[in-house]
């Protein structure tokens, strides 16, 4: 409407790429050259001044309304119009169309339309259908259809005119009512068409609209990646699939269901298989577990030869390190006691650098050679006896013009105490503490006189299973009984032995303490601790296959403490037969044995150890003439007892110097039944046993003669070989483990001896049919 009408440059350049206002379809234009050609004007004049009127102002008005039209598509154009708002380019402007057809409707209506009709004017070969691109020319324009004025109808149509103008009227009415139609569709359609372009101009204009839809096509473009790269993070982090309709949950829980039964089915499967490599991977590693384990139980047999093989080594290691220990000991007490003897300041003299020979050491006691102690008893001192006390010390003796030097193990002097002594005159007694009790035996014999302490070791070994025989010999009067007895205020061998024992226990002590105790008096064993009157036992040689002897009605005692046992000792002292001789005023007429036995408990189904210590306070050897008891005035019934009693004690210890002699000699044959000591020593003089013997001899030079006699039978003991101590096992349902055991089960009651000597303890022990004395070869050690 802005554009100029008259510009020609503006009107060619209108329709410049964009198809010209449609014309009417090819059937309506059909039809109006007919209604032109069947119609003719009733008035010329006034037709032909309307004629002129309607021909000058249809053309401007159908040029202003191409133009405006024009324009109008121009707009369109520029604006992205109904074609570019999803419209087919091939539907014509609306606008356009219409306003054609109202330009020819009222032009066919006027007279000058109807009689250009009627003549055929209307150059139809240049009025075309629109083209499909919807160009046009200037030749479709409607100044075409300008009529010539003044041209005459035809004479021969003027009769039928009613008739032409009936059937005229009533194409013209069907011609009416389909542009009416066709109208009225075509109003809507530009009712639609200016809907959008009212909507397209409530924009800020084409400019602005494209750059609007270029950021809207931007944004649209973020927003899509947006939502694509949203989408992305919710199949990845969202909380799963969006929520459907039921009918796509129906379908996908079935595709689920299927899903899941092939996951069953497969893990099924898997299951089945794994089972199988499972089961196939069990017995595999159970076939190497057997050969592992037929591989460590070889291992472990050879192992157990090894250990075997070790304990043997270590066993003679330790013993070993004994007879160093000991050799060494010998020696330093050996050149302590040259040098004091020898002042300070003096040399060892030549030859004597070395300790002497027979010093105790390590071949002795692995050979197990019974140990000789000897001590000498207080009294008058003699020139004819010389000492060489320690330990390796030599007694020399000068008889009947005859000089013999006896080695013995240890020599105790006659000052020596029954434990230790430290009496060194000029001494402090603060230093002599202040030196280790570990190193006082290695002080010797001028610094510590001890005899108990030299046994204590043997004696503690019965604990661990060891059987140790420590027996007293010498000549009557010379402190037999004083060493192994002792008075109350200094206590011998057997209550300090007894006491270290059950100090070594402790209070939770495990071990079973049983005593015994017998005395031979004229060759009859009597039980000393027996509940009645002492009575005679019988010993005969026990069961085939077990060896040993058997005493019968021997009795045993569980020992509960210390206390008891000193009663029960205490009481079979005094049941022993002593006599008031010319020797002894309490001479003791009999051997007495004490046999206490050391049952140790062992875990279970474990062998335990079963340790034996026989304390033996042999008869004094005497003669009857010294004694008193030869030529004993007639009808004396004493003096008569004690030469029988002597003779006895005699014969007996012949006979154990007989069984000495064998046994140093290693004869086949040793003679423990010429007496009955000998067979009862026994046991305690078997193979692998431990055996001391405590030489009591006398200074005195009237007893010269049996102290000569009482050093060559301690020599000879001296030879005896026992072999290394072993220890005794014994199963756990074996019955009692002493050697001198009852050969019925023990009661287990403690004894509760009664004070005065002579009764019998209360309560009654089990006393057996018989005893026995379990021999030390048939012992598994
Ligand atoms: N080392 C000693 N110290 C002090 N007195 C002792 C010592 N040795 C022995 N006696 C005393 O000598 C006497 C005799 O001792 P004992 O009875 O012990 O001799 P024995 O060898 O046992 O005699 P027997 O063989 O006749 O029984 C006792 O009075 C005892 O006290």
New binding site residues.
Partial sequence: AAAEPGDPAQRARKPRGRRRPDLPAPELWTELTGLAASSEPEDGSEGAAEGRAAAVSLEEALLRLAEFLSVQLGAEESCGGPADLGQSGEVPSLLTVTSQLLALLAWLRSPRGRQALLQGTQPAPRVRPPSPDGSTSQEESPSHFTAVPGEPLGDETQGQQPLQLEEDQRAWQRLEQLILGQLEELKQQLEQQEEELGRLRLGVGATDSEKRVQHLTLENEALKQSLSLMRDLLLHWGPGPPIRAPQEEAEALLELQGRLQEAQDTTEALRAQLQQETEQNCRRELQQMHGQLAGLRARMASLRQGCGDLRGLVSTFTQSCQGSLSEARGQVSWALGALSSGGPGTQLPEGQQGPPAGCPGRLPELKGNIRVLC?L??GTSSSLVSVEPGPGGTVTTCYRGRHRRFRLDWVFP?D?SQEEHLSVPGLQQAWLATIPRTCRPFLGSRLVSQVFRELEPAVLSCLRGYSVCIF?Y??????????MEG?PEDPGIVPRALQSLFREMGAGRQHRVTLSMVEIYNEAVRDLLAPGPPERLAVRQGPEGQGGIQVAGLTHWDVPNLETLHQMLKLGRSNRA?AA?A??????RSHALVTLTLRAASPPRAPGTAGTLHLV?L??S?RARKAGAAGPPRGDPDGARRLREAQTINRSLLALGGVMAALRAHRPHVPFRDSQLTRLLQPALGPGTTAVLLL?ISTRPEDLGETVCSLKFADRVGQVELGPARRRRVPRSSGTPSSLSTDTPLTGTPCTPTPSPGSPPCPSPDNGSGSALAPAEGLPL
């Fill in positions: 001590r008893r207080p006659p020596a007293t010498g000549q009557t009067g010379t402190g037999k009984t004083y060493s008075p002593t001789t020797m002894n005023q309490r001479s003791s306070d008869a004094g005497e009591q």
